[in-house]
């Protein structure tokens, strides 16, 4: 069984940074697509970013892209999230998510495995 466990939430200011990190308890973590999602209270979870199995491939919301950076250490079975300028509207409790299909996607309904989450809260 996949068990994802995030850390590294907290509360800061707009313009603050923040690393995520998820580490997964998987024999062979070359065999999972990665990616964070983030869901705010009352709305739908939204995806963030992913990377693909090997690493080689990233994907990110429009609303991240050129502040968040996802990456894999392979050595730990750890994906992090570092997030930089963050926004206000970025608080939201952020998930961890994997699946093995071939590549990664946008979906959430596609990730098979989740983590409890952690709570990011930027006050503006």
């Known amino acids: 069984q996949v068990q994802l466990v995030e850390s590294g939430g907290s509360v800061v200011q707009a313009g603050d940074s923040l690393r995520l990190s998820c580490t997964a308890s998987?024999?062979?973590?070359?065999?999972?697509?990665m990616a964070w999602f983030r869901q705010a209270p009352g709305k739908e979870r939204d995806f963030v970013a992913a990377s693909s199995r090997g690493g080689t491939s990233t994907y990110y919301a429009e609303s991240v892209k050129g502040r968040f950076t996802i990456s894999r250490d392979y050595a730990r079975n750890t994906v992090y999230l570092q997030m930089n300028i963050l926004k206000a509207e970025g608080s939201a409790v952020y998930y961890c998510?994997?699946?093995?299909?071939?590549?990664?996607?946008?979906?959430?309904?596609?990730?098979?495995?989740w983590g409890q989450g952690t709570q990011v809260t930027v006050s503006s």
């Open positions: 998987v024999l062979t973590f070359t065999n999972y697509n």
């Open positions: 998510a994997a699946h093995r299909r071939i590549t990664p996607t946008t979906t959430s309904d596609d990730y098979s495995y």
